[in-house]
């Protein structure tokens, strides 16, 4: 086949062992990128039962063969790793120049094992790679280190990944942070390394020239850009980024409030929206290798926020700022900021703080606890001196670096009840009271609730000629519905259908925002295009499908093998407690329906309804019969 | 959507109704077309338990949205209805001119309902549709009765769809001829339309003109002639036509002779070849609507075979020759002409009489029964004698017009082991010791042993640079074979994602020479495309193939109303057996490896591997779900 081989940089810390090797384009093919490439070594070669924060685990970075392609929406670079957070396989993704420099480099994927005795970095260069000591970076937050770094190699245009004091604490949701300000932010990745001493991975900037057809190529590539021009959700992602959800979804009644106890924020969701950040603290906006949207924000804050820093999108905003009832979008931009510097989660982050906040004014933790510190909902001084003891694991931060879930096992069985997390990851900011279908994700999701790995529901009622529509329709997903709440077998097919297309989206490191249905940019169709003209991958819509499907599942084969099943498949319970006030007040999601419809997930996804787990069939179906064998 | 309407002529012979309705695009895009549609409509308003041959039976007629475009391979129609030969969902597929026509005269479908009291033939000229008297038709052969129908609408151009006396005369495998030579061969639809006292189906010369993208469609369909001429496969298709397969069987061992005893016919090949019959008796090269491909032989034998009538495919040569152990080629021609003018599927004709002879030298028939005949292996003359009695229903052509199962059952228990048939329907030739792949599909297929329901074994041991190795592995396809013996995972997925495939392209209406992967004309890709610039249909390889994976759960659903069960799921005991002789000697199947596939398709399938059929919730994630409310 003319599937390119994976080159891999495998490099053990223990031993400061630096090795290549390549795997076979037609095994590549199988697993080409993210963390459909992670898991798969991971499940060759890690044993089952580890903890996730010891040298056996295995870290891997890893592109595909599309990353740094000049066309919008490609760079991006996936961790995958056991989680210290979930304790599921982990996975987390980001954006910016790093992923394209990787692959510009010459590499599919790094993976890091074992512990580094001091802290250290890793340095590539094409084909040379080196382990560099890394102790006087350590203890550095992001920009601090990265400018070092940039010095000591007297070479401005590296790119860094790296962790800041809060993986190097191994705070349960450390990330991994590049360009200062784009995270691979969930499942704790910056704590494993963390606990690897490993500090930073440092790549030379370049460039691919390799495109397989270039006419075509630039035929597609091009053509985005005149999209861009019309193209009215896009505009508005310029103009008021992710944030400008904020303002529909308190409309809908759906925006998470203090510790989602609530859906409406009427005293803050005007502060703190997209529009507000615009006509505020905006200073320019900022976007990703060889990409024509620039949906990034960049805030500054004279004397307080650093533009180098970035800006807060709708989870921060919404995490934050309405789960912990703070409507001051400086005080926002400034624990953001915070997250950015010291390497936190910024979902998990303020996921935890809420729960803390809903702890504290009902009186489970107490102000002798927080060592006087009043928790209360709105209080954006709690939130960013969180933000700080988190990341340094000082005082009662210790006890939320853990996540709120470990958090509440510390401080007692009620408490359980405030972590609005599953599988201990803490809800991203969409309602599946209002997206059901997005809800089912997150319980079943390998990796905890993620709210960017399916299609959400309310797409289903955009225009019937809309191309989002229309792309839906692409993968067999056509029906409308008038109202998001609905049910019913294909809602749930549009749940696993566009689970598996996203899933797909996630290993090729295509932004979803570009590739995906809902920005209407570019088309399902057309990423069977960018295969053909960009490296000459003749392939389809099927083929990349089941490659989505795949990855998904050797994912839930990685959690049976921890020990993980149905009983890990949830939502929290006040997901079904009615909500108290605005629009959305009353709604609330029913158990049973739910549980049925996690049922008929499990049957249309080929998994076992006791256990929750793919079958051996359906394994063996997917061409992952190997992992019976072993 | 933009998916067209589908429109529907609705003719109950009963009452003369003639009834025009339509289905929306969006149900039409769940069932686009060929028995997708037709079992659709039967599912929709049939009951089960009827009697095939009774009024109660529905005969459908139709194309997709894809039919009559001016391009390669779109020409065909597909009968759908409960088969008098399998008692299971019936349908079978026919090129020619007469799909081309009744699509561009706007009709989608065509259902037949009831029993005229007096013979009749439907007449369509674009909207207009009536049912005219067929009396002075009855019981004239093919080419007559053509013949007849022109002259007297003085019109040469009509198209006509018919049966011949074996269709009047309820033979159990009586096809549906036009042209007088292409058939809707298998499944005995022949015999349906013969109960409903229906001759012909006439349409009037049409043309569509309504191309969505003409630009785009010209350079798609223009790139096949392009092809063509550097194209191995298919100019050996154009030189020895599918006869050529006899050759490289023969060589292979795997030719099927004397009624499947031995795949090894040195005696006769070279004598019955495609190359033979180029040498001599071939008179010219037929083709379908607007297909540049022309791999029909015409054949003429003066005083002997008319051209009228076509020349014989390799599945014929192989039936109504090796089968019987006739190695005559001039009789084996006049024994097809028979059956074209007569209305008799070959492959059944020629399975049903290699039955009768292995019964008649094993002592199970005599002489008495036949009448005299003597059935002897590789008597050319009994089996043109047996041809015209069987079309007839005369003498000992009564028990064998029932087709070699129902025949056995007759004859006597010891007999049923000589039906190598599946479900009732003898099977073509094309052996499983060789193809495993075809082997499972012989045995699962909904409508009984059928050799285009998938892809066969040996493509996977082309070169991997190859067309149709790129194509397969556009659908997943990409593990290849040093020989085509294995039955594993990846065989097992080969049959039933080809399988998928195919009954996509029966369901479009696609030739699967000119569209599958074997031919190197056009890819899966290349569908996607023309869906797209002939009807402005943007689709995928997802979408088509779940069209596909729909078709074959529908179909296997009306079979579980039925009755059927995994026991009909079989292959004949004789491919258990070593074979004597020739290059395949002591090859056999392994029951136990083949029992263990067949679990292991219904497991990838989604059937139950109890019962065979389709799980509720297979159905459901089909958007099936429907069916289970009904």
Redesign the interface.
């Known amino acids: 086949?003319?599937f390119p081989d994976a080159k891999i940089l495998d490099v053990n810390l223990a031993n400061m062992e630096v090795k290549t090797r390549s795997l076979p384009g037609?095994v590549y093919?199988l697993y080409p990128g993210g963390s459909a490439l992670g898991v798969y070594l991971i499940l060759q070669e890690m044993p089952p039962g580890i903890d996730p924060l010891s040298p056996d685990n295995m870290l891997v970075f890893s592109v595909s063969p599309l990353t740094g392609l000049p066309v919008s929406g490609q760079s991006r670079v996936v961790v995958t790793t056991k989680s210290p957070l979930t304790g599921t396989i982990g996975d987390s993704q980001a954006g910016g120049f790093f992923p394209a420099a990787l692959k510009a480099n010459g590499w599919d994927a790094v993976v890091i094992r074992g512990r580094a005795e001091k802290p250290a970095y890793l340095y590539i260069d094409g084909d040379r790679a080196e382990v560099r000591p890394a102790g006087h970076l350590w203890g550095k937050v992001t920009g601090e280190a990265e400018r070092l770094i940039k010095s000591e190699n007297s070479d401005e245009k590296l790119e860094v990944a790296q962790i800041g004091p809060a993986g190097e604490n191994l705070v349960r949701f450390a990330c991994i942070i590049n360009m200062n300000n784009r995270a691979n932010g969930r499942n704790g990745t910056g704590a494993v390394m963390g606990s690897k001493n490993l500090k930073a991975v440092v790549v030379k900037k370049a460039r691919r020239t390799d495109i397989y057809d270039k006419e075509l190529f630039s035929q597609l590539a091009g053509s985005v850009k005149q999209r861009l021009k019309t193209n009215e959700a896009v505009s508005g992602l310029g103009e008021n980024g992710t944030a400008g959800d904020v303002t529909f979804l308190q409309e809908s009644g759906y925006l998470p409030t203090r510790n989602w106890t609530s859906g409406h924020f009427p005293e803050g969701a005007d502060k703190i929206s997209g529009l507000a950040m615009t006509e505020t603290i905006l200073k320019e906006r900022d976007t990703c290798f060889a990409c024509a949207v620039r949906c990034k924000r960049v805030v500054e804050i004279p004397g307080k926020v650093d533009p180098l820093y970035g800006g807060p999108e709708y989870e921060t905003v919404a995490s934050l700022g309405s789960y912990c009832g703070v409507s001051d979008l400086e005080t926002i931009a400034l624990a953001n900021q915070l997250c950015n510097m010291y390497g936190l989660d910024t979902i998990s982050c303020g996921g935890t703080i809420s729960f803390a906040m809903e702890c504290y004014e009902k009186g489970l933790i107490t102000k002798e606890q927080t060592g006087g510190l009043e928790l209360k909902f709105g209080s954006g001084e709690a939130v960013v001196k969180l933000v700080e003891l988190i990341a340094r694991r000082e005082g009662f931060g210790a006890v939320l670096a853990e996540g709120s879930r470990r958090a509440a096992e510390k401080i007692g069985k009620e408490a359980l009840d405030y972590s609005i997390s599953v599988k201990g990851q803490e809800l991203p900011a969409h309602m599946p009271q209002f997206k059901p279908a997005v809800g089912i994700i997150y319980a079943v999701n390998p990796f905890g609730a993620d709210h960017q790995s399916s299609e959400h529901d309310p797409l289903l009622m955009s225009p019937?000629?809309s191309n989002e529509r229309?792309?839906l329709?692409?993968?067999?997903l056509?029906k409308g519905y008038e109202d998001p709440y609905v049910i019913d077998?294909?809602k749930i097919?549009f749940a696993i259908d566009s689970q598996c297309f996203f899933s797909m989206l996630d290993t090729l490191g295509l932004c979803q925002f570009v590739w995906g249905c809902s920005w209407e940019l570019y088309?399902?169709?057309d990423i069977?295009e960018l295969c053909k003209a960009g490296i000459g991958w003749?392939?389809?819509?099927?083929?990349?499908?089941?490659v989505g499907e795949r990855r998904i599942n050797m994912m839930r084969y990685f959690n049976a093998r921890e020990g993980f099943t149905r009983k890990d498949d949830y939502l929290p319970d006040r997901m079904f407690d009615p909500l108290p006030d605005g629009p959305s007040k009353g709604r609330q999601m029913d158990k049973q329906q739910f549980a049925e419809a996690l049922d008929?997930y499990y049957?249309?996804a080929?998994w076992d309804t006791e256990t929750g787990n793919p079958?051996g069939?359906t394994l063996?179906?997917l061409?992952l019969?190997w992992l019976l064998q072993k």
Chains 1, 2 share one sequence.
């Open positions: 086949m003319s037609d093919r019937e000629e229309k792309w329709a692409q993968i067999g056509w077998d294909e097919r088309g399902p169709s069977v003749e392939t389809s819509l099927f083929e990349l499908m089941r008929t049957k249309f080929g079958t069939e063996r179906r061409s019969g």
